[in-house]
């Protein structure tokens, strides 16, 4: 363990405030022996000085690409698009393993530079269930801000908050009419997320998982007034919504959240729509008769960067304290090795094995 060196990177992402390690849990890694760098970072909710004074070291935005070549480079989203070989292991959301737009170039670059993507989405245990995941907060906030959108409430462009201030504005108020509100994949992570930002709001959402979906009721779908997806497809199944539905003049539903956002992929369970939204115009009309709002935002959490950072953080210092070639992480790298080949990527030489 003392060899480890873990360099936390500046996210480039402008809207990005999240972390994958808080300074609470900074400490306890030094402590372990573990040597950890933080980069300055102008938005990340706790600033560089906490991490400081729990004994990292201090390095400059971008300097992970000058660090040493056994560092471990971690951080939550996408990589800027240079360096255009990647020679260190980077620990984040590589969202590459589905073929999504841009899966193949990024594989690339690890396998020109001799570096490994270990995906955090595939860091998991012996059954396959993930070990540290934003979900809870992703459909919290991606039920909030149906709520809001269908409230008249939702004001763009997006900020970050604290969930006190939230669940303020996320009580009914006089007037406010009752609606009908869905959530699929209501049992997992996000969907509890979901459902309990509902309860906030005053609504008890109908709840759909697995055996509502093996056969589908696109009717009863459709009759609901407020959707939000919270389903991470592994495998093809058929879509939830398609161009014909929403073209249905009986369709009730008039707000769609998607959580998953999974755009682009062949896995997408709402194969409506080609491109997401984002913080600056957060809703984007999918019909306008009758009406059909969608939001699909692709770092939610990030709206409450405090108390999704610390959720996730404590869930990922025990795999970081082990961390080893073996086990969870040893899983992320082979499945990095699956996706090339899935690819057709031909493998260099890794100096990561």
Known sequence: MTDLHLWLRHEVRSTERRTPIVPSDARRLVESGVTLTVEESPQRIFPVEEYEAAGCRRAPAGSWVSAPEQAVVIGL??????????????????????????????LRRFTAGGGALLDLEYLVDDSGRRLAAFGFWAGYLGAA??????????????????????????????GDEEFTALVIGALGRSGRGARLAFLTAGIEATAWDLAETRDLDRRALLAHDVMVNAVLATSPVPPFLREQDLDDPARRLRTLCDVTVDVGSPLNVLPVYDRTTDWTEPVRPLRKEPPLDLIAIDNLPSLLPRES?????????????????????????????????????????????
């Not at 989203?77 to 170039?105: C, M, N, S, V, W």
């Not at 763009?156 to 006089?174: G, H, N, Y």
């Not at 950072?309 to 080893?324: H, I």
């Open 145 to 174: 801000l149906a709520v809001l959108q269908h409230r008249g409430r939702l004001v763009a462009p997006l900020t970050p908050t604290s969930k006190e201030e939230l669940d303020e504005i996320l009580q009914p108020a006089a």
């Open 77 to 106: 989203k996408e990589l800027p698009d240079q360096p255009g070989e990647l020679t260190h292991r980077h620990i984040f959301f590589g969202h590459a393993y589905k073929r999504q737009p841009g899966a193949e170039a990024l």
């Open 309 to 353: 950072s610390t959720d996730f953080s404590a869930a990922l210092l025990p795999q970081l304290l082990r961390f080893e070639t073996g086990g969870p992480w040893g899983r992320c790298l082979d499945r990095f090795h699956q996706a090339c080949r899935e690819l057709g990527i031909a493998e260099g030489e890794f100096r990561h094995v």
